[in-house]
């Protein structure tokens, strides 16, 4: 069995999938990288079989019609071999110092008595056209070096939450919690990272700076007029995270700190979809807006009014133009600190 499985959904990546593959190849065979073809039409299909020709024990090619991101997702989930599971965007690449260590620790505790559910390490936003990249780092909210349960999470800050980037799943935790990403959607990655937090026991994290997010590419989908041009996609996944927290609140009560994060964690993705709303500016968009909170408080209203009544769902929800002004501001503020669109 693989120490570790990477996925890395490609779909029209010829241009910079070598960088992002060629960073994971340093973890020879303690690793797979399994190199999802979503129906590219461009060389990217040619450029996952070679790599596989170059290195058959660590790199496999997988073809398949295009489905999207969770699609992508889903598919290396079920060839993954590897004790543990990271999702690598095929834009984005690893750092090798760091890598190595976290192959140090990860077949350190492959060989322990307690089985680690979540590795948790730094991302570097790698955003185009600035000198000094932001690093999203943990070391204030989470023990370090060793493994440790929720009930010793200490307070995470707005903004700070544990994305796609900086997490690796036990591979059979993922399985066994059922975890299926809905295709052809856009901004599954919270989902990735959502869902299965109530099966995660224990965790590890290093204060290392490893994965290398990049953003700038045109067309991305954290770009704010796309993100716009897809603003369906992500209430369909917004909607999905509130039904999943809330057939799930009651389950949490013996873990108060995970059930306050998973919140914080909604709040911060509703806020977003209700920015994107207001951003779009027409009455359809404004309706849409109207509609995601409608649709929180017929679902759950103790999780409404979590969301609704605290600071940010407050400032989604000022009367008229000059609220929705003071909103995008306070939404400019957090864009500029904290890098993620």
């Not at 170059?54 to 997702?73: D, L, Q, R, T």
């Not at 099966?199 to 700038?216: C, K």
């Amino acid at each position: 069995m693989k120490l570790l499985t990477f996925t890395v959904p490609c779909f029209n990546s010829e241009g910079y999938l070598s960088k992002c593959v060629d960073s994971l190849l340093a973890g020879g065979d303690d690793v797979e990288i399994i190199l999802v073809d979503d129906g590219s039409t461009d060389g990217t299909a040619a450029m996952a079989d070679e790599y596989e020709r170059k290195y058959p024990s660590i790199v496999k090619a997988v073809h398949k019609e295009n489905g999207g991101h969770g699609s992508a997702v889903n598919t290396g989930l079920e060839h993954a071999t590897g004790l543990f599971f990271k999702v690598v965007d095929s834009d984005d690449w690893v750092k090798e110092s760091a890598y190595r260590q976290i192959l140090d620790i990860l077949r350190e505790l492959a060989g322990g008595e307690q089985a680690l559910d979540m590795f948790i390490s730094n991302f570097v936003y790698e955003k185009e056209g600035e000198k000094k990249n932001k690093v999203m780092s943990y070391r204030h909210a989470l023990p370090e070096n060793r493994i440790f349960t929720w009930n010793e999470v200490r307070h995470f800050h707005k903004g700070q939450y544990i994305l796609m980037h900086s997490v690796i799943f036990r591979t059979r935790l993922l399985k066994d919690c059922g975890l299926v990403l809905p295709e052809h959607t856009f901004y599954v990655d919270n989902l990735f990272v959502f869902e299965p937090l109530p099966f995660v026991r224990n965790m590890y994290y290093m204060d290392v700076n490893f994965y290398r997010y990049y953003i700038g590419r045109e067309g991305q989908s954290v770009n704010e007029n796309v993100m716009i041009s897809r603003i369906d996609q992500q209430i369909r996944v917004n909607k999905r995270m509130v039904d999943y927290m809330s057939e799930n609140v009651p389950k949490l009560k013996g873990s108060r700190k995970l059930r306050n994060y998973m919140i914080n964690y909604l709040e911060i993705i509703t806020t977003v979809s209700s920015i994107m709303l207001i951003r779009g500016g027409t009455e359809e968009h404004l309706q849409k807006k109207k509609e995601l909170w409608d649709y929180m408080k017929q679902k759950d209203r103790f999780l409404y009014g979590r969301l609704r009544y605290g600071i940010l769902g407050n400032s989604m929800n000022l009367p008229g133009k000059g609220g929705r002004k003071i909103s995008v501001e306070g939404y400019r503020i957090c864009r500029r600190f904290f890098k993620f669109n």
